[in-house]
């Protein structure tokens, strides 16, 4: 309950990641008759849409964490009553259900903030971050699933070491994967110490302890995956004029999501004419990622890598 309230405190004074230019974005178009925050986290974004949706308009906000759930629905507590408001546990992959079910059709704006969410990393118990001695769990959601210790003992050299090239490029992921399996042949590897003292033994790169705990939270959660799904279905229920908006956070992200657009942002070619036959989908808002302000990354040093990407519906 106090670490509830303190993330509740810590919102009011804390702007969400580049709040101000996805504010100007979101107000660049008057199609709002259906808004989606596909990561709502505690609701810093989310507050900012409702506060200028109109009466009968539908905000959909999506988590897989209850407990953020739970938090963004005190913050949306004093966002105007005229808008329908639906906050919904699951997965933003299953984005093309949630519409269906709540009876709309299309989408008008939605937007992805695929970083982690900072109530993770500063909640000691969820395993997330490096700072605090907690069982390895790292679930988004904690009702379901494999946790992280349960890949950390189970999963083959191979595997770990695949899991921490693919997802964090980890360039000392044979050494660190073969100190996991060699150590838990004698004992449980179950908080992130326990596995934070492996890693420095077997790596002596500072940096690869975040990277690890990276790819151990990527493969838990399978991030990739569901970041795919969604994109594409959330795509598709794009209204005519409608905007989707990404926030990556890290390289190989930034490269998925960067590639996955790639498709809809060119139209199909006649091979014989040379002509495009089939226009393409979707337009760029900005032709370059936008980036945090120096202020911004002064302010909050986590936004220091994010990255927006916008693109309009076209066809």
Same mark, same amino acid.
């Given at each position: 309950m106090k670490f509830?309230i303190? %993330?509740?405190d810590?919102?009011?004074?804390h702007d969400?990641?580049l709040?101000s230019?996805i ?8 199609l ?5 925050d596909a990561?709502l986290?505690?609701?810093g974004? *989310?507050k $900012?849409?409702? /506060?200028? $949706?109109?009466?009968? =308009?539908?905000?959909?906000?999506i988590d897989r964490?209850r407990d953020n759930?739970?938090?963004?629905? @005190?913050?949306?507590?004093n966002?105007p009553?005229?808008v329908?408001k639906?906050l919904?546990?699951? *997965?933003?992959?299953e ?5 269906q079910?709540?009876g ?6 939605i ?5 982690? /969410?900072?109530a993770?990393?500063?909640?000691g118990d969820?395993g997330? *971050?490096i700072r605090?001695?907690?069982p390895?769990?790292m679930?988004?959601? #904690?009702?379901?699933g494999k946790t992280?210790?349960d890949?950390? $003992?189970h999963m *083959?050299?191979?595997?770990?070491r695949?899991?921490?090239?693919k997802?964090?490029d980890?360039?000392k992921a044979?050494?660190?994967?073969r ?7 004698t004992?449980?590897i179950?908080t992130?110490f @326990?596995l934070?003292e ?6 002596y790169?500072d940096?690869?302890p975040? #990277?690890?705990f990276q ?5 838990v959660?399978a991030?990739f995956?569901?970041v795919? !799904?969604s994109?594409?279905?959330s795509i =598709?229920k ?9 926030i990556?956070?890290h390289?190989i ?5 960067k590639? %996955?657009l790639t ?7 006649d091979?014989? !004419? ?5 226009p393409s989908?979707l337009?760029?808002y900005?032709?370059k ?8 990354i002064a @302010?909050n040093p #986590? /936004? #220091?890598s994010?990255?927006?990407?916008v693109l309009?519906r076209?066809?």
């Amino acid at each position: 309950m106090k670490f509830s309230i303190f %993330l509740s405190d810590f919102l009011l004074h804390h702007d969400p990641v580049l709040i101000s230019e996805i504010e100007a974005i979101f107000l660049d178009n008057s199609l709002h008759s259906c808004v989606v925050d596909a990561t709502l986290g505690l609701g810093g974004h *989310s507050k $900012m849409f409702c /506060s200028h $949706m109109k009466q009968g =308009d539908h905000f959909i906000g999506i988590d897989r964490d209850r407990d953020n759930l739970a938090i963004a629905q @005190d913050n949306l507590a004093n966002t105007p009553t005229w808008v329908h408001k639906n906050l919904v546990h699951s *997965s933003f992959a299953e984005i093309d259900t949630i519409i269906q079910d709540l009876g709309l059709e299309s989408i008008d704006f939605i937007l992805y903030d695929l970083g982690v /969410s900072s109530a993770h990393y500063d909640d000691g118990d969820r395993g997330f *971050s490096i700072r605090f001695d907690a069982p390895l769990d790292m679930r988004f959601d #904690r009702t379901q699933g494999k946790t992280a210790r349960d890949l950390v $003992m189970h999963m *083959s050299e191979y595997e770990l070491r695949d899991l921490m090239f693919k997802y964090a490029d980890e360039k000392k992921a044979v050494h660190i994967a073969r100190a996991i399996v060699e150590v838990r042949k004698t004992k449980s590897i179950d908080t992130t110490f @326990d596995l934070l003292e492996i890693i420095k033994s077997s790596s002596y790169d500072d940096h690869s302890p975040k #990277r690890v705990f990276q790819a151990l939270r990527i493969a838990v959660n399978a991030e990739f995956e569901h970041v795919e !799904t969604s994109i594409k279905k959330s795509i =598709d229920k794009l209204s005519l004029g409608g905007r989707i908006a990404i926030i990556t956070f890290h390289s190989i992200e930034d490269r998925i999501v960067k590639n %996955l657009l790639t498709s809809y942002l060119t139209g199909t070619i006649d091979d014989f !004419t040379g002509q495009t036959i089939v226009p393409s989908r979707l337009s760029k808002y900005n032709k370059k990622p936008i980036l945090p302000t120096e202020k911004e990354i002064a @302010d909050n040093p #986590r /936004s #220091r890598s994010a990255k927006l990407r916008v693109l309009t519906r076209t066809f």
